[in-house]
């Protein structure tokens, strides 16, 4: 009888990697870029900050080449995501609407150019301090995750 090969048995990172996120903030911020969302993402958010979704995007968000993205503002750590909260709870920068933020987010580290090498992985790991904490997280959560990175 035949037997599947396992697809992540040659992967680099087949015994799983470290990661443990530590409220840093360093991964909503930085140069200026994309946090992507969906319609039914968008309704959540704005169901949180009590806005329609509507009302929503014209506070919130903006539209792009490739859909609609979350706004962001510069400040002296670069181009903060718009909930971004670095006041609340000082040392700390958290997301005000962390439970139903963008899949995108959910899923960083686990994003298929951020796993595509070790080098790759090294480089991200310059920027965020979570990289290589805690404790190991198998290949099967992270090809999970990997694979619920929006396209």
């Given at each position: ?16 990697l ?86 995108q ?18 480089a ?5 301090e979570?990289?290589g ?19």
């Open positions: 009888m035949a037997t599947m090969a396992d697809p992540n048995a040659n992967k680099w990172y087949a015994k799983g470290r990661f443990e996120c530590t409220g840093c903030g360093d991964c909503c911020t930085g140069p200026p870029g994309y946090v992507h969302f969906n319609d039914d993402e968008a309704q959540a958010m704005a169901k949180v900050v009590g806005l329609t979704v509507d009302k929503f995007r014209k506070a919130y968000a903006r539209k792009t080449e490739f859909g609609w993205s979350l706004r962001e503002h510069k400040n002296a750590h670069g181009f903060d995501c718009v909930f971004l909260d670095r006041i609340t709870e000082p040392g700390k920068a958290l997301c005000k609407v962390y439970e139903h933020r963008p899949v987010c959910q899923t960083f580290p686990w994003w298929p150019e951020i796993l595509s090498s070790e080098k790759a992985w090294k991200t790991a310059r920027e965020c979570g990289i904490r805690g404790d190991f997280v198998p290949i099967e959560h992270i090809s999970i995750e990997r694979d619920r990175t929006p396209k």
